[in-house]
Nanobody
Framework: QLVESGGGTVQAGGSLRLSCAAS????????MGWFRQAPGKEREFVAV????????TYADSVKGRFTISRDNAKNTVSLQMNSLKPEDTAVYSC??????????????????WGQGTQVTVSS
């Protein structure tokens, strides 16, 4: 299972750090991704990190503002979000990807999902 935490409400320009903790099984050998879904919109890719942490990919909309990282010793993945904008408001979910892809960006490649955590950025 994957459990996200760290969501909340912040003013534009502020920062939040999301965490995703795995339990029941280890996800240290697969890529881990963050996705988000705003009301009335489809789920979209945010960031992904390879199993070793050596490769990352970001959506253009968050590049330079968000940083994904992982701690395989603790079986956790984090998303540091800086310079937040109102358009970043969404439910953020972490997900575990497949063994055979390095940094997948398509949500259809992901097998395990957390329940999500709400991030609200006020203007």
């Amino acid at each position: 299972q994957l459990v996200e935490s760290g969501g909340g409400t912040v003013q534009a320009g502020g920062s939040l750090r999301l965490s995703c903790a795995a339990s029941g099984r280890t996800f240290t050998t697969v890529p881990m991704g963050w996705f988000r879904q705003a009301p009335g919109k489809e789920r979209e890719f945010v960031a992904v990190i390879s199993w070793s942490g050596g490769a990352t990919t970001y959506a253009d909309s968050v590049k330079g503002r968000f940083t994904i990282s992982r701690d395989n010793a603790k079986n956790t993945v984090s998303l540091q979000m800086n310079s937040l904008k109102p358009e970043d408001t969404a439910v953020y979910s972490c997900a575990a990807g497949p063994y055979d892809k390095l940094v997948p960006v398509d949500d259809r490649d992901y097998d395990y999902w957390g329940q999500g955590t709400q991030v609200t950025v006020s203007s």
